[in-house]
C-alpha cells in the first residue's frame, strides 16, 4: 500500500483549509430544509484544481480531498461530478458543467435501468440519482440501436423530481425522461464495459473516503467534548466506559483509513483483486461509520439531539451513507461470491 506524499497531502490540507475558512455547513445550520448550494465555493474549488486529481487518475489525492469534504459534511457534488467526469472521459465525449450520473438504482447498488433511446430520444426513468436538483448534465446507460451505449441527458429536458432524504446535505432525485434529447458517448462494448467498471470503483473508493472524513470529524468531536464535559465533579472523560468507547471509535476510524488507501492504490496500480478489495472496503466501513456515528451521538449526551449542534448531520450523513453504493450486506455478498467461484 502506498502511503500519502507530501505533496498529496498540502493538497488536500489546502481544500480543508478553505473549507474551514468558508463554512459549508452555516446555510444549513440555522434553517432546517433542504441544502442551500453554494455555487461560490464550489465554483472556487474547482478553480483551484479539486477535481483534476480524479481526472488524472490520482486516486489516492482524490480520496484525501473527499476525506477533507467528508469532514467538513460539504453539502457540494464532489462524488457525483467525479464519477460522471470519470463516465465521459472514458466513453470518450466531452461535457459542459456541472455533471451527475444516473447509474444507481433505487436501491442504492450500480444496477440502475438503461434507458431506451428510440430515434435520438430517450425514455425512462433514473430512480436515485445524486445532486440532480443543481446539475445540468446526467450521464445515463441507454438501450439504443446501436447497442449499450452512455449518453448524456440535461436535467432541463427531463422531469426532476427530489425524493425524501434523511440527509439534507446531499439530495438525491428521480430523474425521468420522456422523449428527451440525449448525445450518444462513443464507447462500446467492451470498452465501455471497462468505463462502467472503473468509475464504479473510483465511486466507492471516493464513498469509503468521504465517509472516513465524516467519522473522523465524529471521533475528535466527542474526545475533545468528553474532557470538557464535567458529571459529579469529574470530566466524563476520565470514566473507564467513555474511554473504551472512544477507543473503539479510533479503531474503527483508522480501520477505515487503512482500507480506504490500499483501494485507491489497487485503482492506481491495477494491484491486487480490485473488486474484492472496494467490497471488502464499503463492507467494513459502512458498518463503521454507523458505529461512530452511534457512539459519538450517545457521548454528546442531549447536546447530541439539538439542531444547534452540528452532530445531527454527521450523524444523519453517516446512516444514508452507509446505504448509499449498496448495504454493507450487499457487499458481503459480493465477498462471498468472489471467494467461492
Known amino acids: 500500500m502506498k502511503l500519502a ?12 483549509a478553505l473549507l474551514r475558512k468558508r463554512d459549508p455547513l452555516e446555510r444549513m445550520r440555522h434553517a432546517p430544509g433542504p441544502r ?4 461560490g465555493l464550489w465554483s472556487e474549488l474547482t478553480d483551484n484544481g479539486l477535481l483534476e486529481p480524479a481526472e488524472a487518475g490520482d486516486v489516492v489525492t482524490a480520496c484525501l480531498v473527499a476525506e477533507a469534504l467528508g469532514r467538513a459534511a460539504a453539502p457540494l457534488p464532489f462524488l457525483s461530478a467525479s464519477v460522471a467526469g470519470a463516465l465521459v472521459a472514458a466513453g470518450g465525449g466531452e461535457v459542459a458543467g456541472l455533471a451527475t450520473y444516473g447509474l444507481l438504482a433505487d436501491d442504492g447498488t450500480w444496477t440502475a435501468p438503461a434507458l431506451e433511446m428510440r430515434d435520438g430520444l430517450v425514455h425512462g426513468t433514473l430512480p436515485f440519482v445524486p445532486d440532480a436538483d443543481i446539475a445540468d448534465v446526467v450521464v ?5 440501436p446501436e447497442g449499450r451505449r452512455l449518453a448524456l441527458v440535461r436535467t432541463g429536458d427531463t422531469a426532476v423530481e427530489p425524493l425524501e432524504n434523511l440527509d439534507a446535505t446531499q ?22 464495459t471497462a468505463a462502467i467498471g472503473e468509475a464504479r470503483l473510483l465511486a466507492l473508493a471516493l464513498h469509503s473516503a468521504t465517509l472516513l472524513g465524516l467519522a473522523s470529524w465524529l471521533l475528535d468531536t466527542t474526545v475533545e467534548y468528553a474532557g470538557q464535559r464535567v458529571q459529579f465533579g469529574m470530566p466524563i472523560a476520565a470514566r473507564q466506559a467513555v474511554k473504551h468507547r472512544c477507543a473503539s471509535m479510533l479503531v ?5 483509513r487503512s482500507m480506504v488507501l490500499e483501494l485507491a492504490d489497487g485503482i492506481e496500480t491495477g494491484a491486487g483483486d480490485r473488486a474484492l478489495v ?14 461512530v456515528a452511534g457512539g459519538a451521538l450517545q457521548l454528546h449526551g442531549g447536546i447530541g439531539f439539538t439542531w444547534e449542534h452540528d452532530l445531527h448531520h454527521y450523524f444523519k450523513r453517516c446512516t444514508v451513507g452507509a446505504l448509499l453504493l449498496g448495504t454493507a450486506g450487499h457487499h458481503r455478498a459480493k465477498i462471498a461470491a468472489t471467494l467461492t467461484v
Request: glycine share 6%; with cysteine; hydrophobic share 50%.
Open 278 to 291: 472496494a467490497a471488502t472496503t464499503m463492507a467494513w466501513t459502512a458498518e463503521a461509520v454507523e458505529e
Open 171 to 192: 439530495p438525491l432525485a428521480r430523474v425521468v425522461c420522456g422523449a428527451s434529447p440525449a448525445t450518444l458517448l462513443p464507447a462500446g462494448g467492451d470498452a465501455l
Open 36 to 39: 442551500r448550494f453554494d455555487a
Open 252 to 256: 474503527q476510524v483508522e480501520s477505515i
Open 140 to 144: 445515463a446507460a441507454v438501450r439504443a
Open 5 to 16: 506524499s507530501t505533496e498529496q497531502a498540502d493538497f488536500a490540507e489546502s481544500v480543508g
